[in-house]
């Protein structure tokens, strides 16, 4: 009773609670460090054991947690808010594990959860699993010294902990277990609910499935910041059909309307007869004929822009955006399954996953290229001078193989009304912008004549003062990029990309918030494959240059140099497919930046496998200790029941009378024949009025108050009349006494 009533509580109080802080710890910030937490714990859940034992009224135990917690929510204090909060978890958990049944329930809990993530190779620290598996170890020992008839085997659960400790540091193989079958039924189960609920909310939000960087695994909000949880799961599969680079940009979603808070959608360009990004073709198309880059000689155009051609498969993704990159030519989508390419986000008409895949030709710019440069720098003026015939002659003649089918007669005013509408629509700032981002974006921008140039000095501000961080501190009740210009100071791709198209805005330029991947080509053979992992999700900024449409920005410093790297562009390299080695060097390292730990440190990669091997170990080694142990619990129930069988066929017949008789009663009680108060077994016997009964009523009253010797032909009359009440009665003994006690007391019903 003191066992359970306090000891057990105050162990399982402490496991529980202490694994439940150090996870909590490592998600959030907090004044307190790991082990002041757990110290904490102690010193609450001791005090809640001398609380609950002088204290019996629970009204007074549920008023002291309800004031701890009102007190931690008024108190502006954060460190005492923090030990208060601990400290009415602590009192809560306590008094939730007076209930027997809650102990089991989370122990089954935990168990499972350790499985689940197990199979899946998450990790978690060794001190949680190890406080995990402690609660676990005293849900399981309650549960043994509960069956007390095998009270002695609960010792053995010492050995079974210390042996998986000792087995869990000892050295093992560095392969992880392949749990082969387990995960498939997972994933099974995982796909099934996965497409359920696809179905379900595709049902009631028909805009669902939208790609956003935190889909991919790579932030865990909806809102923008948050910390990242990088995957390496391959999500898509690039196949290099011409022209291939070493870079590749593809937009997944693009959202214009900044809140202050997060980014949304409320102009996607969809209500044009005329796509988007055909649109912006034919823009680029009348900047280049108007800048002379047609009259260009083929060697120096081929420095300026070349066409590339990429497939595009989908793998371990779901989701209706239609992945692209800039500058689109051609995009060939397989009819049956249907899309939206008309506005700037495109979309499938459903759930697109793994066996989707289309071909895309792009145009690359180089804005490396000094004329390239100076074309954007000096402007161009919005006058579509030409015809709709002379611009397809154009695209004809110097994009060959190209469909682009027709051109508008009314383009020119299509692409009238498209700047006016851009205008309109990417310079929208919130008022609860503060004006000292406005005032540092008129700085940062002062001296520069042009929006290009402009959108460049934002550029190189942000990734020159600005440090990269996958954990940066979370922005909460304030705007946003005030926040990381002003106080934060870092971040990753969301914070930078944000801050410059915010201070894009405030310096009066057109720019849009763009989210997709962005990857280092793997290989740069035509006709080879290369994947796109979740790790690659990424955010940027795009810019409208007057007259030629809009253009990429990258201001994080983790790939800042990637947009203006060494070009690899050319006929002859594109068609061979062989760019310039040392570019290639430089572009997978800005794109894949070199860990930043000091010599002789551990990389994150090796540090995460090595968890994940000690974990799988530790719950190998776990599991087979417990089933182990299962099998000597059950086999020492079998010889239990063998000696108990023995003893019984030894003993003289009077004893074994005496033990029949007292099985019979009991028997006789579960077919609704109990012996009243005051009542002798003679007259028990008459009332019952079966002959057999009276018979060994009589004689168990010989030897029970005669001290008569019998012999066996008596017993056995006994015995005979067990096994037939025996049999009469099976089911009602076993709801009785449970399943497991029926079949340690078997012996007592069964000669």
Not at 140 to 162: G, N, Q, R, Y
Not at 176 to 199: D, H, M, Y
Not at 473 to 500: H, K, N, Q, S
Not at 645 to 663: I, V
Request: glycine share 8%.
């Amino acid at each position: 009773m003191i066992y359970e009533k306090y000891v057990l509580r105050f162990l399982g109080t402490l496991c529980l609670c202490a694994a439940l802080v150090l996870y909590l710890s490592t998600m959030s910030d907090t004044d307190l460090n790991s082990v002041i937490l757990i110290f904490a714990v102690l010193i609450f859940a001791a005090f809640f054991v001398i609380f609950d034992f002088w204290v019996k009224n629970p009204l007074f135990y549920i008023l002291l947690i309800l004031l701890s917690v009102y007190v931690a929510v008024i108190v502006s204090v954060s460190l005492i808010s923090q030990l208060l909060l601990l400290f009415s978890v602590v009192g809560f958990v306590f008094k939730l594990l007076d209930f027997r049944y809650v102990r089991l329930a989370a122990g089954a809990g935990l168990l499972l959860f350790c499985v689940v993530m197990a199979v899946l190779e998450r990790n978690a620290e060794f001190a949680v699993i190890l406080f995990i598996f402690t609660f676990i170890f005293c849900v399981l020992h309650e549960w043994v010294i509960a069956l007390k008839s095998v009270k002695v085997l609960s010792h053995l659960l010492v050995f079974m902990l210390l042996a998986g400790f000792v087995s869990a540091v000892l050295p093992s193989k560095q392969e992880p277990i392949q749990w082969t079958l387990v995960r498939s039924i997972i994933s099974g189960v995982q796909n099934a609910a996965k497409t359920l609920g696809e179905r379900i909310t595709l049902a009631f939000d028909s805009t669902g499935y939208e790609f956003r960087v935190n889909i991919t695994g790579y932030s865990d909000t909806g809102n923008l910041g948050g910390s990242l949880a990088v995957s390496e799961t391959p999500v898509l599969r690039i196949t290099n059909f011409f022209g291939a680079g070493e870079r590749v940009y593809l937009t997944g979603s693009i959202m214009d309307n900044y809140t202050g808070s997060e980014w949304t959608r409320k102009n996607n360009f969809s209500g044009l007869v005329t796509s988007e990004h055909r649109l912006d073709f034919m823009e680029l198309i009348s900047a280049f004929h108007q800048g002379g880059v047609f009259d260009m000689d083929e060697e120096l155009r081929d420095e300026i822009f070349i066409v590339r051609e990429i497939g595009i498969d989908y793998l371990n993704i779901r989701t209706r955006s239609v992945f692209y990159p800039l500058k689109l030519l051609n995009l060939s989508i397989p009819t049956p399954l249907g899309s939206d390419t008309v506005g700037s986000s495109m979309f499938f008409d459903r759930i697109a996953g793994e066996g989707v895949g289309y071909r895309v030709k792009y145009v690359d710019l180089n804005l490396t290229n000094e004329l390239l440069v100076n074309l954007l720098e000096d402007g161009v003026h919005a006058a579509y001078e030409l015809s709709p015939a002379a611009l397809l002659t154009l695209i004809n003649e110097n994009f060959p193989g190209v469909r682009f089918g027709g051109i508008p007669e009314d383009y020119a005013e299509l692409l009238e009304a498209r700047r006016e509408a851009i205008l309109e629509a990417y310079t929208a700032l919130p008022d609860t912008v503060p004006e000292r981002v406005h005032d540092l974006a008129l700085e940062i921008t002062s001296g520069f004549g042009n929006d290009y140039a402009k959108m460049r000095a934002i550029e190189r501000y942000l990734s020159q003062n600005y440090a990269y961080t996958r954990t940066p501190p979370v922005v909460t009740g304030e705007d946003f990029v005030d926040a990381f210009l002003f106080e934060l100071g870092e971040g990753y791709c969301t914070y930078f990309a944000t801050a410059a198209a915010v201070l894009g805005r405030a310096a009066g330029i057109p720019t849009r918030y763009v989210q997709g991947y962005a990857a280092t080509a793997q290989t740069s053979e035509l006709f080879k494959r290369w994947n796109i992992r979740q790790s690659n999700a990424h955010a940027w900024v795009e810019a409208y240059i007057g007259g030629v449409g809009w253009i990429a920005f990258e201001p994080s410093p983790a790939l800042s140099g990637t947009r203006y790297g060494e070009w690899s562009g050319g006929r002859g390299s594109g068609a061979s497919g062989v760019p310039g080695a040392s570019s290639s060097a430089a572009t997978a390292s800005a794109l894949n930046p070199a860990p930043t730990d000091s010599p002789g440190q551990d990389s994150p990669e090796a540090d995460n496998a090595q968890q994940r091997s000690f974990f799988l170990i530790v719950l190998a080694v776990g599991g087979a200790v417990v089933l182990i142990a299962g099998l000597t619990i059950l086999a020492g129930i079998c010889i239990l029941i063998r000696r108990m069988k023995k003893a019984y066929g030894k003993a003289p017949p009077s004893e074994r009378l005496l033990s029949d008789y007292k099985a019979i009663l009991l028997l006789l009680e579960l077919s609704g024949k109990k012996p009243l108060e005051g009542e002798t077994m003679r007259q028990f016997a008459v009332r019952v009025s079966e002959k057999e009964f009276s018979e060994v009523t009589h004689i168990f009253e010989q030897v029970r108050y005669g001290g008569y010797e019998i012999d066996s032909h008596d017993a056995e009359k006994a015995a005979a009349l067990k096994e037939k009440l025996f049999r009469q009665t099976e089911k009602g003994l076993k709801q009785r006494l449970g399943r497991v006690k029926y079949y340690l007391e078997l012996t007592k019903f069964r000669s």
